[in-house]
C-alpha cells in the first residue's frame, strides 16, 4: 500500500523493481518468482532476510509488514525526496517500436544516454530490465491475494553490459536492441498476458560501488515511440531517427540519412584529406591541399582528424610518411 501510494506521488522519479524469493512467492501460485534472478539481485546487495528494499543501489533496508504501511510510508516519502533532491549528469530519453497488434511479441528499443556535466565513466553502465506491472499474485506470509507491482521479469544485459564510454557534457551515447515478450509470463486475471503492463527500466549504474545515478521508466512498451522524429518513417526503418527526413536522401548511399551523415562517402573517397569536392555529383578534388593537410595530420598540427577521412592509403592498417608518399 505504502509503494502505492509513493509510486502515484512519483510517477517520473521512482522506479522499482521487485524480485521474488520463491521461498515465499513460490511459481506455482503467483508466477512472479525467478529464482536464478533473485539470487544474482540478492548477492549483488548482500540479502540475508526479506523484506529486503535497496534505496539508489547503496542504502539497505530490512523489514516490514502489511500492518507498518503507514510508518513505512512516511520514512520511505522521505528518501525518495531525498534521493530526487541529488544531482545527476545524466538524462535517459527511450524511443523503440513493435507490432505487438499484429501478433509480433518483438520490442525493440533505443535508448539515449546524454549528459550535461562532466564525470567520470568509470565502471558505469546502462543496466536494463524488463518489468510486468500489477500481477495478481498468492502472498504467502500475510496469506492473501494481492497486486505485485514491476516484478523484475528479465535481466537484458545480466551478461552483456552497455559500458558507458562518455564523460564530458554536451556528450550523448545511443544503446539499442530488442527482446521478446514471453506468453510464460503471469497471465493477468488468469485469461491473457496484457501487453499494456510490460515495462522497460534502465538505470545507470556503478558496478563497483553499485550505485545508481539515473533511472527512467518506459511504463508501457507500447508507449515506445515508433517514430522519434515525426517524419513518417519508423525508427527501425528510418536512416535518419533523430531528424526530420520523410524523403530518406541518402546521397552517398552508405545507410545514413544525408540531413544527418557527418561524413559525405561520395566526397571523402581515399586520399581526398579534406573533403573538398565539385558539382552536385560531389566529384572528390585530390590535389597538392591533400598533400598538406596529410602532412599537418602526421604532424599533429593544423585541424584535426576525423572519422570520415580515408588516409590508409596502403591498406596496411598503419598510417605513416609512406602514405603520405603514395598520395604524392
Not at 566529384?283 to 584535426?304: E, K, Q, R, Y
Request: hydrophobic letters at 35%; glycine letters at 8%; charged letters at 20%.
Amino acid at each position: 500500500m505504502a509503494f502505492d501510494s509513493l509510486l502515484v506521488l512519483f510517477p517520473n522519479t521512482l522506479n522499482i523493481i521487485e524480485w521474488h524469493n520463491p521461498s515465499f512467492t513460490p511459481d506455482t501460485t503467483g508466477n512472479i518468482a525467478y529464482p536464478e534472478l533473485f539470487s544474482e539481485r540478492a548477492t549483488l546487495y548482500g540479502v540475508t532476510s526479506n523484506p529486503h528494499m535497496q534505496w539508489n543501489g547503496i542504502q539497505s533496508e530490512i523489514g516490514g509488514d502489511s500492518q507498518w504501511w503507514e510508518q513505512g510510508y512516511q520514512y520511505w516519502y522521505s528518501l525518495v525526496e531525498d534521493y530526487s533532491a541529488q544531482g545527476t549528469p545524466y538524462t535517459i530519453e527511450m524511443t523503440g517500436s513493435h507490432a505487438l497488434d499484429d501478433g509480433d511479441s518483438t520490442i525493440y528499443y533505443e535508448i539515449e544516454v546524454s549528459m550535461d556535466s562532466n564525470m567520470s565513466s568509470s565502471n558505469l553502465a546502462l543496466e536494463l530490465f524488463i518489468v510486468q506491472d500489477s500481477v495478481w499474485s498468492w502472498w504467502n506470509g500475510a496469506q492473501e491475494w494481492g497486486y505485485a507491482r514491476y516484478v523484475g521479469r528479465s535481466f537484458l544485459t545480466w551478461y552483456t553490459k552497455n559500458y558507458l564510454n562518455i564523460d564530458s557534457s554536451g556528450q550523448s551515447e545511443i544503446f539499442s536492441g530488442f527482446f521478446d515478450i514471453r506468453d510464460t509470463w503471469a497471465q493477468i486475471n488468469q485469461h491473457y498476458l496484457n501487453t499494456d503492463r510490460v515495462s522497460l527500466i534502465a538505470i545507470i549504474q556503478n558496478l563497483d560501488t553499485y550505485e545508481v545515478f539515473q533511472s527512467k521508466t518506459a511504463n508501457n512498451v507500447r508507449d515506445l515511440d515508433p517514430d522519434y522524429d515525426n517524419d513518417g518513417v519508423n525508427n527501425n526503418d528510418d536512416n535518419c531517427p533523430r531528424i526530420e527526413n520523410p524523403n530518406q536522401l541518402d546521397v552517398d548511399g552508405d545507410g545514413i540519412g544525408w540531413v544527418c551523415d557527418p561524413c559525405n562517402d561520395l566526397a571523402f573517397v581515399l586520399g581526398n584529406v579534406n573533403g573538398d569536392a565539385s558539382g552536385e555529383d560531389y566529384i572528390p578534388i585530390i590535389d597538392v591541399a591533400d598533400v598538406l593537410a596529410f602532412s599537418d595530420l602526421l604532424n599533429n598540427t593544423g585541424l584535426p582528424p576525423n572519422d570520415c577521412q580515408q588516409v590508409d592509403l596502403l591498406e596496411d592498417g598503419t598510417i605513416n610518411d609512406w602514405d603520405l608518399l603514395v598520395l604524392v
